[in-house]
Each structure stands twice: as C-alpha cells, then as structure tokens.
C-alpha cells in the first residue's frame, strides 16, 4: 500500500505502509510514522541543528540492519543536510538535519527507525553541548541497578551545583545527561566523565565498572563516560528503538526513578511508543531544560586542591581529570582515583612506575 502525502508544504510517497517492522507485535511502517509524526513536536527541537546517524531496518527489527551517515543521492531537494570533515573517511560526510515534520516522516519511510543525533550542533562540531552518561547493566543486573548508579550520579552532579535529566535507553538501560549551552570542548566532557565513573567504581566495586570490557559486566552496571566523543552518537531522545516491543527512549521524572528502584521494578521504566505520547501530552516534554539550560563543568584548576596538605600523594579529582586530559599514559600507568579515609575527600594517587610493579623489596 503506497500513499502520497502533503505535509507542510512538502510532498511526499510513503510506501509499504503495511510492512510489518516489528513481527512479535505486528507494528507496521505506518504505525511508526504515526508516532514520529505525534512526538515531533517534542523530539524535533532535540534533533534540530544536529549532525544525524540514521540506523534503518528495512525489512524489520528482526532482520539485517545499517548505518548510515551520508545522505542519500534520491533526498528530496528540501531535506536539509550539514557537510562535516570526517578524519577516519578521508572525506566530507553530508549529514542529514532532520529540522522538520516532513524530513522526520522521509526519514521514518526508509524505515531509519533509530535515530541517533550528535551531542554538538553542526555548525560548531567541536563544541558538545551536553554531557551524557549512558549506564549499561550486565545481566543479571537491569535498569533497577542503573536507577541506583544514576542516583549517586545526581548526588555528584548535585555537589558541583549542576542540575541531571535522566531517561531511559529504551533498550535495558538509563541515561543521564547534564546539559551545558556554554562554550566546552570535548576533551573537557570526556575527561570528566571518566573521571566521575572511576569515581563511583572505586566507591561501589559490587556494582560499578568504568572499563569497557564486557567480561567485567556481569552483574554490575557499566558507566559509559566515552559516549561524550566527537565521532560518537547516542540514541536520540524520542527515538524508537528496534527491540521486540517498540519502546522509546523516553524522558523520565528523578522521582520515577526513585520509586523504580525502590520497588525493584523494572518494568516501571519500560515505555512503548503509545505510553510515551500520552505522557508528552500529559507531562509535556521532560529534556526541554537540555535545550537552554547553561552550566559550566567546574574550574579544574580552581578545585584542584590537595586533599591532605601534609601528604604529596594525593590530589583533588578535578586535578586528576586535568591529568587525564592531558596525558597519553596507557590505562596501566593511569593514576587510581580513591576516597582518602582520614578525610573522606575524593583524591586520585599517582600510579607507580612500572619497575616498582615488577620488583618486590624485602623488608
């Protein structure tokens, strides 16, 4: 079944409408451009201006799937693109801006059912204007074990007056973004991100991991800090994803958190493309604040203080995330962030050199 729309202006063939992209529910195509065509309103002010990576399933979520990046040769003359260098191709990437109901509803057609924008407008790439930790758990751990990770997150975030926004990945997982709007740079978010999952895995070994090794998941919940990274995209807010159900990646209130892991239900945070329009349409849109509201990482140098005067050893975190900014030390010569036990304040220790790792002194 094939149907030529107008919308905005703008016209467009919509095709297959009746193919199945999700067999265990039998959600069509035509059921996934009435969403995006209901959550617009909320999603494509998140989408706007943003360099998009589209991942499309065109024979449903149960079959093969890719990337894509450049914008097809066959777009509509109208569907906005934003050319951006890429290092690793050797070449200019025209990506696709979905700023519009009627590029969004193109881009639904072609069965590009995740969605997954940059974290920095196009027109200034290098500058994030968010930073985003993406909190993985390890069967059996699930979302009730990222809701306490994403909770200790908020208290740091707290500390540094800085306000979160989490929501759900839509897949197993929480993600929790803290919006910035001022001039940073990546290097900035990375390192400080890295540095507050190194934190909170020395704070809760039984159930945090700040390495990417997937061997070291099981059971405890990965604090993702390299999402924050020029070349990489996280899924976008609003986007459907392509799971058994069609679940969304949907904005959640700190207080549904809360109760999630009070209750110890994951199923609390499970949002299906149907639930999350109603409650756009009851609660309006919880990420709006990602949008304007302006936040400064704090001064490392300001902070950086020692945490025990009379000791050489150890320094502040912020003086430690500096370090980790600006050195290219492998992960076995990294300092080791710690808590120090006499004053409680967070510090980071020097890692040893390597002979002394190797050679035991009698004593």
């Known amino acids: 079944m094939d149907s030529t729309v107008e919308i905005q202006g703008k016209q467009l063939k919509l095709s297959n409408l009746e193919k199945v992209l999700y067999p265990a529910v039998g959600f069509t195509k035509q059921q996934v451009i009435d969403y995006y065509v209901r959550i617009a309103p909320a999603m494509i002010p998140h989408l706007a201006g943003r360099a998009l990576t589209r991942k499309r399933y065109p024979n449903g979520v149960d079959e093969e799937y890719f990337y894509e990046k450049n914008a097809p040769q066959y777009r509509p003359d109208w569907v906005k693109t934003a050319p951006i260098w890429s290092d690793s191709n050797r070449r200019t990437v025209h990506y696709i801006l979905a700023d519009d109901l009627p590029t969004l509803v193109w881009l639904a057609n072609l069965a590009a059912i995740e ?48 306000q979160s926004f989490p929501k759900t990945s839509g897949s197993k997982g929480l993600q929790v973004y803290v919006p910035l709007n001022t001039p940073t740079k990546y290097s900035e978010t990375k390192t400080f991100a890295h540095a507050l999952a190194q934190l909170l895995e020395h704070d ?64 609390l945070l499970v949002f299906e493309a149907r639930q999350t329009v109603k409650r756009v349409e009851e609660m309006g849109d919880l990420f709006s604040p990602l949008l304007e509201l302006e936040q400064r990482l704090p001064d490392l140098k300001k902070v950086a203080e020692p945490a025990v005067p009379s000791t050489r050893e150890p320094i502040s975190l912020a003086a430690a995330a500096e370090q980790d900014a600006t050195s290219e030390q492998g992960a076995a010569e990294k300092p080791r962030i710690v808590r120090h036990k006499a004053s409680g304040k967070v510090v980071r220790k020097p890692a040893k050199p390597p002979e002394s790792r190797k050679v035991k002194r009698k004593v």
């Open 115 to 162: 969605l997954h924008p940059s974290l920095a407008l196009a027109k200034d790439v290098p500058c994030p204007t968010m930073m985003v930790f993406d909190l993985d758990p390890g069967s059996p751990a699930n979302i009730v074990q990222c809701c306490q990770v994403g909770l200790w997150l908020r208290e740091i975030f707290e500390h540094f007056g800085l």
């Open 204 to 267: 809760h070994r039984d159930l945090v991991v700040s390495d990417m090794k997937k061997s070291l998941r099981t059971g405890k919940v990965f604090v993702d800090w390299s999402q924050n990274d020029e070349h990489k995209t996280t899924i976008g807010v609003y986007s459907l994803r392509a799971r058994e159900h069609p679940t969304v990646s949907t904005p959640v209130s700190w207080t549904e958190v809360e109760r999630t892991l009070k209750k110890k239900d994951a199923n």
